[in-house]
């Protein structure tokens, strides 16, 4: 029982617990992560995409207060709980901002609300437009934390839904980039000769190619979209994995470990797989980290060029690009935030890899 503590696995355990940084971060990952999958339960918007509009109030700063008088849709939509917990809910309800009502006996007359001291359009609606004619349970005061977009959308409801595409891409970006990574450089590595050469011709062809260029290029073949970006992404990052794979295979078959696999018979396959993949599995970790962070720049640097995640869906990249000019009109913050998640998360597995790199380097 005592083996555990003193394994190689324990040892780089209790140094990874030692760092700070690297639990901190650790635990803000899996903190973004759940919040980016149980999104739509957790933001005030549980619309598709966050996506409720109300012009008469963009641009709000955070806190903004305003009255909410829902107008209940006569098509109904048969939705699952699953479906509404992970895609949203397909509601043809209205929101309108108001800032008086009077309830009378058959209608209520309310007011539209205007900015900069105007005053809205007075409208009249008959109680009966409403389930058992109780408008109260449909008139409510709702809060923006972060305030609202130049659309009147609630920001932290983007914020919240926006989290997925960064969060949900790293996953998938360094999932294909390890298949195919790991995959090609175990080959290069692993028989050498012609095969070497020709997955290393590959690898300088693709290494030679910017990064951002060769994820436009996939992206326009491809076509602009959600699983479009993910794959180009993930197709740009195979050959650092590749490359350190092949190093780490070349000198790890030469181990007696190997050598003993090989005379007891076993499959080239078998000995990659079995016995030499799990022996340099640490600097892989290591660089995926690095990936993962990498991969949520490239994604959010798509979609501030228009060609990631498309509208009406939430992207931090997008939605820094649709505010940079706020800016400079005095609501900066429409662009900080987005931009300070993005720099949180990046930084989050930048932390984390340098805390995984320290606790499974043997020497220290």
């Known amino acids: 029982m005592g083996e555990t503590s003193t394994s190689l696995t324990g040892l780089a355990l209790q140094k990874f617990k030692k760092s700070f ?3 901190l971060s650790f635990w803000f990952i899996v903190t973004v992560g759940l919040l980016s999958v149980f999104a739509y339960v957790i933001a005030p918007d549980s619309s598709q995409n966050a996506n409720q509009m109300h012009l008469s109030i963009h641009s709000k700063k955070p806190g903004f207060k305003v009255t909410i008088l829902t107008l209940p849709s006569t098509i109904k939509t048969d939705q699952s709980w699953f479906d509404i917990m992970f895609f949203g809910t397909r509601s043809g309800d209205d929101e309108i901002p108001i800032s008086k009502y009077i309830i009378e006996e058959h209608s209520i007359s309310y007011i539209e609300y205007a900015s900069d001291g105007l005053e809205g359009l007075q409208k ?21 934390v972060f305030g609202t977009d130049k659309y009147g959308r609630d920001l932290l409801s983007r914020i919240l839904v926006g989290a997925r595409i960064s969060f949900f891409i790293g996953f998938v970006a360094v999932f294909i980039s390890l298949v195919i990574g790991i995959s090609l450089g175990s080959l290069a590595g692993y028989f050498g000769g012609k095969t070497d050469a020709f997955i290393m011709w590959i690898i300088n062809v693709t290494w030679s190619i910017p990064t951002l260029l060769l994820v436009i290029a996939i992206t326009l073949v491809l076509g602009k ?68 962070a990498a991969a949520i720049l490239i ?66």
């Open 21 to 23: 940084w690297g639990v």
């Open 225 to 292: 979209g959600f699983w479009q970006v993910f794959i180009a992404v993930g197709l740009t990052m195979w050959v650092e994995v590749a490359r350190v794979v092949r190093g780490q295979i070349i000198s790890a078959k030469e181990m007696q470990y190997v050598t003993a696999a090989r005379a007891l018979g076993f499959s080239d396959i078998r000995i990659i797989t079995k016995h030499i993949l799990p022996n340099i599995m640490a600097p892989v970790i290591v660089i995926s980290a690095a990936n993962f």
């Open 299 to 364: 994604e959010s640097g798509l979609s501030f060029l228009g060609i990631g995640a498309q509208p009406p869906m939430a992207s931090w990249g997008a939605m820094i690009k649709d505010h940079y000019n706020y800016i400079i009109l005095g609501k900066p913050y429409l662009a900080l935030i987005p931009g300070i998640c993005i720099m949180s998360l990046v930084m989050a597995f930048m932390l984390i890899g340098n805390t995984l790199r320290d606790a499974l380097d043997v020497k220290r």
């Open 124 to 144: 009249t609606l008959a109680l009966d437009k409403f389930p058992n004619a109780d408008v109260s349970a449909f008139i409510s005061e709702k809060t923006f």
